[in-house]
């Protein structure tokens, strides 16, 4: 089923970009690819969109980075949010004191996140697919040939860059020869979707009996069950009957507590792996493609967009020459560090929620509970939080100046004509943020030659603390800060180099 058909690609090829997969991942970076005008086109095996929801929520960097193109608003409309959540030893994790415009979490269907992210990407011009499924690629010195099976037959689309966004079993991974090493599932956990016979036959949240615990977890017509799976099945893509989730339902409880019907059901492992890279020539990587891990603080679906809006202006700038094809290499060295901190702090919180099953339950109360104290005081629950959220994501910045900010996203600041930083970035570039007051003629003269990439824009003084000028990321994040007007001349040439680095040569060059 073709969603939309925009025009003809570039001569010889069927689009600037093929991306493979309609989850989060694939479809946040269609919107960015779209919204600068590569062709773009994504291809998704399955005929129709998923008539199940692994996942519930948005978190603060998610709610960021669609801020950033004026999208947050829109996501906000669809659910309540919550100033803490779920973390280890029974604790709630408080989100209020994280340094962010959305300091919370927003209750959304993944299904819903998806559906959005079709619509915006559909409007900004791409092509979704489905019913397209990817049995192998070839790359050379000019592009990829995807070999498809589509609802016509088979077919091979012809593109300059190719980007798997398909899932942790990835075709793209794997016909491309990447790594994925990492750790194999040690637990497995049921998960079901249900429909209770008698629905106060169960308390919400966790339930613990007397072979092990369970969480409910109500939903709209029905409730969610999560519990140990007893006897993991040799093949661990057999299908999970109901007759084994009701057994192992009663078998944690002691009782019969009976489903009346099952919506979804489904098994999951703490499998935690990364790719060895995330680029390889023309082909990249992004979100479970990328890495898969434990659903501990339901990252998953925010860690994907958090990849493609990292890649998708890079991306962009590369395929319109632009920029050079180094700029895609700061892609799986940011992102890379950040899936090696996502694995470390989802295994981290597994630790204790298998302890049970591993007997170690007595050994780490101490370190839960310490844990559980630290997620709830004024003191470190901020940066606890900002953590597990990538609130506090840091990438490198290659001449730093010191400054707080840098490599950090950048509050959403007013600007002294009117509006927010956001407004300089709702169509994918990036900004130029200068202090009202301060000598910003040369600054103004370095980033002419940019200015179809990069936007200029006055602050007051007050709202670049310590700094009085910095170059922001499409993605939001600071690239570079000038902390003293003392020296212009020399602030100017490191703006130019800055700019060069981040957007590509200036215009004309």
């Known amino acids: 089923m073709t969603e939309t058909t925009p025009g003809s690609a570039p001569e010889g090829t069927d689009a600037d970009v093929l991306v493979v997969g309609a989850g989060p991942a694939g479809l946040a970076l269609a919107c960015e690819l779209g919204l600068a005008g590569v062709r773009t086109t994504v291809l998704e095996r399955d005929s129709a969109p998923p008539g199940f929801c692994r996942g519930f929520n948005l978190n603060a960097r998610s709610l960021e980075l669609l801020g950033l193109r004026g999208l947050a608003g829109r996501f906000l409309a669809e659910g309540p949010t919550r100033q803490s959540t779920m973390f280890v030893g029974g604790a709630r994790l408080d989100l209020a004191s994280m340094r962010t415009e959305h300091p919370y979490v927003l209750g959304i269907p993944q299904t819903r996140v998806e559906e959005l992210l079709a619509e915006q990407a559909v409007r900004s011009g791409a092509r979704i697919l489905r019913g397209h499924r990817l049995h192998g690629l070839r ?15 088979r077919r091979e689309l012809r593109c300059r860059r190719l980007v798997g966004c398909d899932g942790g079993r990835s075709t793209v991974r794997t016909a491309s020869g990447i790594g994925f090493p990492g750790t194999p599932a040690r637990h497995t956990t049921l998960l079901g979707d249900v429909v209770l016979a008698d629905p106060d036959a169960l308390p919400l949240g966790p339930v613990t009996g ?57 098994r999951f492992g703490d499998a935690a792996r990364l790719a060895e890279r995330l680029r390889h020539g023309r082909v990249l990587l992004a979100g479970d493609a990328a890495h898969i891990h434990p659903p501990a603080g339901a990252i998953g679906v925010n860690a994907a967009i958090d990849d493609a809006m990292n890649l998708g202006w890079k991306l962009a700038l590369v395929t319109r020459d632009l920029a050079p094809d180094e700029l895609l290499e700061t892609y799986h060295t940011e992102r890379h560090a950040a899936g090696t901190r996502l694995l470390r702090n989802t295994l981290a919180q597994t630790l204790f929620s298998s302890a049970e099953e591993d007997g170690e339950e007595q050994r780490l109360a101490p370190a839960r509970e310490l844990l559980a104290e630290l997620a709830e005081a004024e003191e470190t629950a901020g940066y606890l939080a900002e953590t597990l959220t990538g609130v ?4 490198p910045v290659h001449d730093p100046s010191g400054h707080p900010w840098e490599g950090r996203m950048v509050p959403n600041v007013p600007l002294c004509s009117g509006g927010r930083l956001t407004a300089l970035t709702e169509r994918g570039g990036g900004a130029l943020l200068m202090a009202e007051g301060s000598d910003r003629c040369l600054l103004h003269e370095a980033a002419a030659p940019w200015a179809d990439r990069v936007t200029a824009a006055d602050v007051r003084s007050g709202e670049l603390p310590g700094a009085y000028a910095a170059l922001v990321r499409p993605d939001g994040h600071a690239a570079w800060v000038a902390t003293t007007p003392a020296a212009p001349d020399a602030d100017a040439e490191r703006l130019r180099t800055a700019l060069h680095e ?8």
Request: proline share 12%; aromatic share 8%; charged share 25%.
């Open 210 to 266: 007397p072979g092990g615990s369970l969480f409910a977890i109500p939903r709209p017509g029905y409730v969610r069950l999560v519990t140990a799976d007893p006897e993991p099945p040799a093949d661990k893509d057999e299908p999970v009957s109901l007759r084994r989730f009701q057994g192992a339902v009663d078998r944690v409880l002691g009782r019969h507590v009976e489903i009346a019907e099952a919506h979804w059901l489904t």
């Open 139 to 153: 790359q050379d010195a000019s592009g990829v040939t995807a070999d498809v099976e589509a609802p016509a037959g």
């Open 502 to 509: 981040w957007f590509g040569p200036p215009q004309g060059r």
């Open 392 to 395: 506090g994501t840091r990438y």
